[in-house]
C-alpha cells in the first residue's frame, strides 16, 4: 500500500509495477492534491523542466529550461500516473495505520485495507510551521503561512514582516513588494544561490557535479543536512536571481531572525551581518566545487569563465526590533518551513520530533517504508528529480522483503 498520490508516491508505483508486486496508492484528494490545494497562484517550480525526471519518464518538451506552473506541474504528474496506471484510489483518507498480523491494517474514509508493507508518501510539507512566539502577535496584524497565502490581493494594504528568507520567503517578500506594500524580511540562516553560474542554471551544476547524488550515509552529518534550508531560488521565465542583494536593490528591508515579540515589539536577532557573511562563504565553497568538477572534466572552456557574486549587501545598522502595534505592519507571514503530518500513523516509529526514524527510507517497522523526505536518501531526495533514484532502491528493499516474509510464512506452514 502506498500512501500519498504526489510525485513520490507515483514514483514508487512505477517501480513496484517493474517488479511485478501488487499495490494501491491511497489518496486523500486527487493526484498532485498538494500542488492543487496548497500552493499560492503565482508558483513556478524553481527547478528547471529537465530536472522533473520520474522512473519512465524525461522531459521531452520544448522548453527543457524553463519552469513548470503550478497547474503545468498539476498536468505533468496526472499524465505520469496515467502513463504508469497507477493503480490510485483518490478521495481516501488514511485515517489510521497500524501493525496487525505481521502487516499493516489501514482505516480509511472508504473502509479498511489490510496490506504486508506500507510506503508513507504523504509528503514532506503537509504543514506550514510557524514559530511558538506567533501567539504573542498583537491582534492588530493579520499573520498568515504560505499554505493560506495565495496572491498579495488577499493583504491588506500597508506593510509586511515576512519571517523567514529562504525559497518561499525569498518568493514571497519579492510577490508582496512588487504590489506594493513594504516587505521587511527577517532573515536567519539562509542558502544564497545564484539562478545561472557560468551560463548555466545552478541546478545543472549541482546535477553534473554530482552534488545532488551525494549519499545519506556519505555525509558527516546526516541530522543536519536534513535541516539545510532550501536554496534562496525562483523560477523566473527571465532566469533571474532572487538572492537578498536583488531584493534590498528592490526596496525590501532586511532585518535578523525573528528572536522574540515582547509587549507588541519584536525583537531581532543582531547577527543579520554574520549570517549574510556565513552564506556568501558557503556560496563561494560551493562555487569553488563546480569550478574544480569542470576543470576535471575538461569543460573548463566550454563554460564562461568563472566569477564570484558580490558579497550580501547590509545596512550598517540594521533595526533591531519593530513596533506590531504601531500600524506600520499589517501582516506577517511565516516563511518559517513546514513539516510532515502523520497524526493518521499509530505505529511506534517516531523521535523525540516527531518525525519518522529511518535508514535511508527503511523504516524502524518491519515491512514500512518512507519517500519524499530531505536528504532520504541523496541530496536530491526532496526534490521531484529525486524521487527515482530512491524509489527504485527503496522497492528492491520492499521486494526482499515480502520474499523473506513469504519464506517465513512457507516455513511455519505445517506439512
Ligand atoms: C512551496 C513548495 C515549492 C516546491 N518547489 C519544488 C520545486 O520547484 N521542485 C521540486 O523538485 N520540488 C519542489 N518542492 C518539494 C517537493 O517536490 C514537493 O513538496 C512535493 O509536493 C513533494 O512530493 P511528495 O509526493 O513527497 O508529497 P506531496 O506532493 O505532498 O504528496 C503527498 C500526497 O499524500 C496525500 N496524503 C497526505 N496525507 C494523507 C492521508 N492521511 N491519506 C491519504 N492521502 C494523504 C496528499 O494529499 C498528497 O497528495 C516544493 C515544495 C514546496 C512546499
New binding site residues.
Given amino acids: 500500500m502506498i ?8 514514483a514508487m508505483s512505477r517501480c513496484l509495477s517493474d517488479r511485478g508486486i501488487d499495490h494501491v496508492v ?10 492543487r ?4 497562484d503565482s ?5 528547471p523542466n529537465w ?2 525526471r520520474l522512473p519512465g519518464t524525461t522531459y521531452d518538451g520544448n522548453d527543457p529550461d524553463g ?1 513548470r506552473t503550478t497547474p503545468e506541474t498539476i498536468g505533468f504528474l496526472e499524465r505520469y500516473a496515467r502513463t504508469i496506471a497507477a493503480p490510485v484510489q483518490t478521495h ?4 489510521s495505520l497500524c501493525a496487525s498480523d505481521g502487516g499493516y491494517l489501514i482505516r ?1 474514509s472508504e473502509g479498511e485495507w489490510r496490506c504486508k508493507t506500507v510506503v508513507v ?6 504543514v506550514a510551521r510557524a514559530p511558538a512566539l506567533a501567539d504573542a502577535v498583537p491582534r492588530s496584524v493579520r499573520t498568515l503561512t ?1 499554505m493560506e497565502y495565495r496572491n498579495p490581493g488577499q493583504l491588506e494594504p500597508g506593510g509586511v514582516l515576512v519571517v523567514g528568507a529562504s ?2 520567503g525569498t518568493q514571497l517578500a519579492d510577490e508582496i513588494h512588487r504590489s506594493g506594500r513594504p516587505v521587511t524580511l527577517c532573515v536567519g540562516e539562509h542558502v544564497r544561490a545564484p539562478r545561472l553560474y557560468r551560463g548555466k542554471d545552478i541546478q545543472w551544476w549541482m546535477d553534473k557535479s554530482g552534488v545532488l547524488d551525494e549519499r545519506y550515509d556519505h555525509v558527516d552529518d546526516i541530522v543536519r543536512a536534513r535541516r539545510v534550508p ?1 536554496f534562496q531560488l525562483t ?1 523566473s521565465p527571465e532566469r533571474r536571481t532572487l538572492d537578498l542583494n536583488a531584493l534590498t536593490a528592490a526596496g525590501v528591508k532586511l532585518v535578523g531572525s525573528l528572536a522574540t515579540i515582547r509587549d507588541g515589539r519584536a525583537l531581532f536577532s543582531g547577527a543579520l551581518r554574520n549570517q549574510c557573511a556565513l552564506s556568501d562563504l558557503k556560496l563561494g565553497r560551493l562555487l569553488d566545487t563546480f569550478d574544480q568538477w569542470a576543470k576535471d572534466n575538461g569543460i573548463d572552456n566550454s563554460v564562461e569563465p568563472p566569477h564570484r557574486l558580490e558579497p550580501t549587501r547590509v545596512d550598517d545598522s540594521p533595526a533591531v526590533s519593530l513596533d506590531l502595534t504601531s500600524g506600520e505592519i499589517r501582516t506577517i507571514v511565516w516563511a518559517t518551513g ?1 513539516r510532515p ?1 502523520y497524526a ?1 500513523l499509530d505505529v511506534p516509529v517516531f523521535d523525540r520530533k516527531g518525525m519518522i526514524r529511518h535508514d535511508g527510507g527503511v523504516v524502524s517497522a518491519p515491512g514500512m517504508y518512507l ?3 530531505p536528504f532520504l536518501r541523496r541530496r536530491k531526495s ?6 527515482g533514484d530512491d524509489a527504485r532502491e527503496l522497492s528492491a528493499h520492499l521486494a526482499g522483503h515480502l520474499r523473506a516474509a513469504s519464506r517465513a510464512v512457507t516455513n511455519l506452514t505445517p506439512n
Fill in positions: 500512501i500519498g498520490a504526489g510525485h513520490a508516491g507515483l491511497l489518496e486523500r484528494g486527487e493526484i498532485a492534491n498538494s500542488w490545494t496548497e500552493r499560492w508558483l513556478r517550480l524553481l527547478t530536472q522533473s519552469f481516501t483518507r488514511v485515517t480509511t508518501a504523504s509528503g514532506a510539507c503537509n504560505p525559497a518561499t532550501s523560477g513546514f503530518d493518521w519517500m519524499g523526505m526532496g526534490l521531484i528529480d529525486g524521487a
